[in-house]
């Protein structure tokens, strides 16, 4: 496949990715997702899906809360991956090249995106007032697509312009930089993985958060391995809680008598 055939095929995957404003929350943006989807571009879906869960593991913490929006994960890694198959790199360089890519593109898309989002919540206003449902939805539906959209030619071009240039970077950089970059690349999914965990971990959930990590380090259990035990434990633990598990008592729990005094009805 031609350089600039692969150009517009990861372009149009990158504008694709805004259906999640018509489609809802489909994952379509999400990198395990977009690894695949770029390396059957590339011509190597194997090797974009491990780039691809590289990334999200990145990822995995980035979350928009509040005022906050995470790096643009569309554009960090269709051209993370892209340009480091392309280069003959593996995940690491994928990470090296998507994480700065992302951040830039948050900037440019914040500048472009949300005036025009604004544009259209004025449009919506005057439907709502108008009554006019279908204009509504239309205009909700279409924004996503106009202010998002916006930034995905940067995907195409980024990589037309950029793929001999990183693949002759990439063949002169120093073996202890592409060392540092391994280690970096290294880091960051745990990082990634650590910010998610802070969201989720609780006292009572932390003991088996590491029992299965340790379980799957030294006894070579696979983690599907533990996912069945956990399911096994859960349905154990469930019953228990509600009287009905295997190791619940077979007596009745024995009730105790409240008095209500004079106004006791019952």
């Not at 745990?190 to 340790?214: C, D, E, V």
Request: glycine share 12%; charged share 10%.
């Amino acid at each position: 496949m031609s350089l600039a055939m692969q150009a517009v095929l990861l372009g149009i995957l990158g504008f694709l990715t805004n259906f999640e404003w018509f489609l809802g929350t489909c994952m379509i943006q999400r990198p395990i997702i977009l690894g695949s989807l770029t390396g059957l571009i590339m011509g190597d879906v194997a090797t974009g899906t491990i780039m691809g869960a590289t990334m999200e593991l990145a990822f995995a913490g980035a979350a928009s809360i509040g005022a906050y929006d995470p790096p643009d994960m569309v554009s960090g890694t269709i051209l993370g991956v892209a340009l480091a198959m392309k280069a003959g790199a593996g995940p690491e360089m994928a990470l090296t090249i998507g994480l700065p890519v992302a951040s830039v593109v948050l900037a440019i898309s914040n500048v472009t995106g949300y005036p025009i989002l604004q544009l259209f919540a004025h449009l919506m206003d005057r439907d709502v007032a108008q009554g006019k449902d279908k204009a509504f939805q239309f205009h909700f539906v279409i924004s996503g697509f106009i202010a998002w959209g916006v930034t995905s030619p940067i995907i195409p071009i980024a990589y037309y312009l950029g793929a001999d240039k990183v693949t002759g970077i990439v063949n002169v950089i120093p073996e202890f930089v592409q060392t540092g970059m391994e280690i970096a690349g290294g880091l960051l999914p745990a990082m990634g993985f650590a910010m998610l965990a802070q969201t989720i971990m609780k006292k009572k959930l932390a003991p088996f958060f590491f029992i299965g990590y340790f379980i799957v380090a030294y006894s070579g259990v696979s983690t599907t391995g533990v996912s069945l035990f956990a399911i096994l434990i859960l349905a154990a633990m469930f019953g228990l809680t509600n009287g009905t598990g295997m190791f619940a008592s077979s007596q009745p729990a024995a009730v105790e008598e409240l008095e209500g005094g004079d106004f006791d009805e019952f």
